[in-house]
């Protein structure tokens, strides 16, 4: 295993819409590290694009930080449906360092993906893991948080983000 570099905003690959994983594709390695590297990071969710990769796979564990894990593997992802009811939460992004941004979401959200086995599965899930998730799928639409904002919220969000990174390391 090895820890992947995270691309940051603006990389061009993070405003990428990704391509189906194909069914012979092996992605063993490529999902290790992607743990790895969103555990290090540390974060609770993982794209494909983030890591310079072009595919709709993000990895996920909305739970490592208050208890026991749940770690997901999550390979071309479709939203079946989401739920009425807005929720607005903070987030952040392993691309996007330094911001936290107030994003509205549904607070659920009906999923069908690939596991890592390659077997189809179906789950509804609220709370943090809805919004972890739809997180990640924006990524694989090649949307990042700025681009859930409006726009005075987008301004103030990619100022901060400026000032972040001239900070002396």
């Not at 061009?12 to 590297?37: H, N, R, Y």
């Not at 993982?46 to 595919?55: E, F, S, Y």
């Not at 208050?66 to 992802?77: E, H, Q, R, S, W």
């Not at 992004?93 to 599965?121: F, H, K, N, Y």
Request: negative net charge.
């Amino acid at each position: 295993m090895a820890l992947l570099p995270i691309l940051q905003w603006p990389d061009a690959g993070l405003s990428t819409a990704c391509a189906l994983v194909a069914p012979q594709e092996d992605l063993g390695t490529l999902i290790a590290d992607m743990f790895q590297t969103m555990y290090a990071a540390p974060g609770r969710g993982l794209a494909a694009p983030q890591v310079g990769v072009l595919k709709r796979l993000f990895v996920m564990d909305a739970t490592w930080k208050d208890g026991p894990g749940t770690p997901l593997v999550m390979i071309n992802p479709e939203i079946l449906t989401f739920g009425a009811e807005l929720a607005t939460g903070d987030e952040g992004c392993l691309s996007i360092p330094g911001v936290m941004a107030a994003v509205l979401r549904p607070s659920t959200v009906t999923l069908r993906w690939q596991d890592e086995a390659r077997c189809w599965q179906t789950g509804k899930f609220d709370g943090f893991a809805a919004r972890c998730i739809q997180h990640e799928y924006d990524h694989l639409d090649g949307l990042v948080t700025f681009d859930r904002l409006v726009p005075e919220a987008r301004v103030e969000a990619e100022e901060t983000y400026r000032r972040h990174l001239e900070r002396p390391a």
